[in-house]
Nanobody
Framework: VQLQASGGGLVQAGGSLRLSCVAS????????WGWFRQAPGKERELVAS????????YYEDSVKGRFTISRNNAYNAVYLQMNSLKPEDTAIYYC??????????????WGQGTQVTVSS
């Protein structure tokens, strides 16, 4: 099983990026997907998630109204559209998957991370 994240890069403040994460090796239809980020010197934090059953979403307060998480079960993929980016969004972003019903304290699969850098 592999989660391949992509789409990171360098962008000016106010710009946009779209992260993608494609899973291979099994179907993730009944898994919850999440995007975490880790900035230098800080702990990894969950910024957005989407449930495998029902598609309910969660957003960390600082990204509400700017980030949108979505999934495509047919392609075993999850996306994070990031708009109005701020320098404080700079971090390595990781996609993750956990079985529906589990908390994010119990991640089953991690992607390899993609760097997002927002310049001021």
């Amino acid at each position: 099983v592999q989660l391949q994240a992509s789409g990171g890069g360098l962008v000016q403040a106010g710009g946009s990026l779209r992260l993608s994460c494609v899973a291979s090796g099994r179907t993730f239809r009944r898994y919850n997907w999440g995007w975490f980020r880790q900035a230098p010197g800080k702990e990894r934090e969950l910024v957005a998630s989407i449930e495998g059953i029902g598609d309910s979403t969660y957003y960390e307060d600082s990204v509400k109204g700017r980030f949108t998480i979505s999934r495509n079960n047919a392609y075993n993929a999850v996306y994070l559209q990031m708009n109005s980016l701020k320098p404080e969004d700079t971090a390595i972003y990781y996609c993750a998957a956990t079985r529906a019903g589990n908390s994010w304290l119990q991640v089953d699969y991690w992607g390899q991370g993609t760097q997002v850098t927002v310049s001021s």
